[in-house]
């Protein structure tokens, strides 16, 4: 064969390979609304800049008939490119090669990108649309997920993972999502189980639909598995690049940084007018964070879970950081199990890679009563103890009402190692509010008086004048300064480039034991 003749077959070979399990399987995946594998390669990284690897590679099974039936490349895409005009590494599954499912050649292929993801230190997304074990291969393919799953734990904490699930993710295969960073889904196509709703059927007698039971509505507000969820797969992975353009390639890299045209000594009147007079009334903790982020950009982290919690990146003179705030109009701010396990997490990623955090605090409390105490609001609550201490990354606070008790500690405290921490001139700080306070310490009194109602009020009145204030606190040097709330921009801004060398190491050990 000559070189010529090569070339020709070569090419052959190419088209072979994307053309995947063939025009009818193509087909019946736009008929499902979703799109191919290499549709979606476009989708994510920047134009003309994706390499693949393997398009050759196929399965090496023969039981079932399979010798007879192998398409190049297998049930999966994967290689590098640009996002945002960084290095990235990515597998998309190809459903319409034996349903995207997981065949030991599969798994070999994820596994040499992930490889490669972390030896280069460069994100990595995983993109889902799979029936899950190749069931004609057994074991074979059970030991693939369990590779893949063994790289997403080593890989923690090194590169950033996403994984995108835009089709089924069943069994098993739901760990591995489970495992990354952040999960995206995309509404009416992503869907997350441990199993399917026959067998949920057989063992519970429940009967539900697929995507009651694990589409992306339910996984993002009900279990929480799921941070982003997206109408089209457009709009998705335009989102994956949008948050990937906040993170640094690995814990080694630098943190993105922009040029903002964002005066950084930006004051804002308005900042003056969101707290309501009465300090039981809620208000939308978001105004405060878009007031004071540059260009009011904030993504937003598990925007339909544990409402009461508000996490996302955004950037501050130029620079990512990582805001934490609790939001007053969902129960009213407390702090319960779903909130602590999605504030803790959130803490963990931004230390792991370096983001600084920002954190802005309305908190009455843990949430009381036996359902959260049954469930372990014990065990889920310290997990943000844990890790605001645990973690060195510069820590910035500023207290914008309520402050009490434990979870005053919680949010990122001077006594947590926190660097500067500010307070509003409206911040309260106290061990608990005045109605429990006053109920407590003046129980006596109280009973004893013969206006019971009306003493109990002055007495609130009075420990809410000399307690419900910044200013013991900053008496103590536990607050770093009281400010004005026009000023919270420029002072996050000059504490955060104070902090930009900050240097601190934790004890030496293996790893710390998180509560779990
Ligand atoms: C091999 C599979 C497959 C699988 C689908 N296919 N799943 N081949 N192994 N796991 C093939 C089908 O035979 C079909 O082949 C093609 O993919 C498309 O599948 P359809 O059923 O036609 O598609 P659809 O109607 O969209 O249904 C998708 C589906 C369904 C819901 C995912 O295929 C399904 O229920 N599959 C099995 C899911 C499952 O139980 N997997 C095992 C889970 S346990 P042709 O040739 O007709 O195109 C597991 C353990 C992992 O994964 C443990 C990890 C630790």
Redesign the pocket.
């Known amino acids: 064969m000559g070189s010529e003749e090569k070339l020709a077959q070569l090419s052959k070979f190419r088209e072979e390979a994307k053309a995947g399990?063939g025009p009818?399987?193509v087909e019946?995946q736009h008929a499902?609304g979703k799109l191919t594998a290499r549709e979606r390669v476009n989708l994510l990284f920047d134009a003309g800049t994706f390499e693949e690897i393997d398009p050759f590679v196929t399965h090496r099974c023969t039981d079932f008939g399979m010798a007879e039936?192998k398409y190049p490349g297998d049930s999966v895409v994967v290689g590098y490119g640009k996002i945002n005009s960084r290095l990235a590494l990515a597998f998309f599954q190809d459903?319409?090669?034996?349903?995207?499912?997981?065949s030991e050649a599969a798994s070999q292929k994820i596994c040499k990108v992930m490889d490669l993801a972390a030896k280069n230190g460069a994100p990595f997304v995983a993109v889902l649309d799979?029936?899950?074990?190749?069931?004609?291969?057994g074991a074979d393919?059970?030991k693939g997920?369990?590779e893949i799953?063994t790289r997403n734990t080593l890989y923690s904490g090194v590169i950033p993972q996403i994984s995108v699930i835009v089709?089924?993710t069943?069994?098993?295969?739901v760990?591995s999502p489970a495992i990354t960073d952040f999960v995206f889904m995309v509404k009416g196509l992503g869907?997350s189980y441990i199993?399917?709703t026959e067998v949920v059927k057989a063992v519970t007698g429940e009967e539900v639909s697929?995507e009651e039971l694990g589409g992306a509505v339910v996984n993002a507000t009900k279990s929480g598995n799921c941070h982003f969820v997206y109408e089209t797969e457009v709009e998705c992975f335009q989102q994956v690049r949008r948050l990937l353009s906040f993170l640094p390639q690995s814990y080694k890299g630098k943190l993105p940084s922009v040029d903002s045209d964002d005066e950084p000594n930006r004051t804002d009147e308005e900042l003056l007018h969101i707290i309501p007079v009465n300090p039981t009334q809620p208000y939308d903790m978001k105004k405060i964070i878009t007031k004071v982020v540059d260009n009011g950009d904030f993504l937003e982290v598990h925007q339909r879970f544990a409402r009461n919690f508000i996490v996302g990146f955004a950037r501050l003179g130029g620079q990512s950081v990582g805001i934490l705030a609790q939001q007053p109009m969902y129960l009213a701010g407390v702090l319960d199990i779903d909130a602590s396990d999605k504030a803790a997490r959130f803490v963990r990623f931004c230390d792991c890679f370096n983001i600084p955090l920002v954190t802005l605090v309305d908190v009455p409390g843990y949430m009381p009563g036996t359902d959260q105490e049954f469930r372990g609001i014990i065990r889920h609550g310290a997990k943000i103890l844990f890790a605001y201490a645990e973690a060195t990354v510069p820590k910035v606070s500023v207290i914008i009402r309520k402050a009490y008790g434990g979870a005053y500690i919680a949010m990122s405290s001077k006594s947590l190692r926190g660097d500067i921490n500010y307070a509003w001139s409206t911040a309260e700080i106290a061990v608990m509010g005045p109605e429990g306070a006053v109920n407590i310490i003046y129980r006596d009194e109280i009973k004893k008086s013969a206006n019971r109602e009306e003493t109990r009020q002055r007495l609130i009145q009075e420990y809410r004048d000399k307690f419900a204030n910044p200013y013991v606190a900053a008496a103590r040097g536990y607050i770093d300064d009281v400010i004005d709330p026009r000023e919270t921009r420029p002072k996050l801004i000059k504490a955060l480039q104070m902090l930009q060398n900050k240097e601190v190491s934790n004890p030496s050990k293996k790893h710390g034991n998180i509560p779990l």
């Open positions: 399990g009818k399987r019946a499902k039936r459903f319409t090669v034996f349903g995207g499912s997981l799979s029936g899950g074990a190749r069931i004609q291969e393919s059970l997920y369990g799953f089709g089924p069943a069994g098993g295969a760990y869907q199993t399917g697929l």
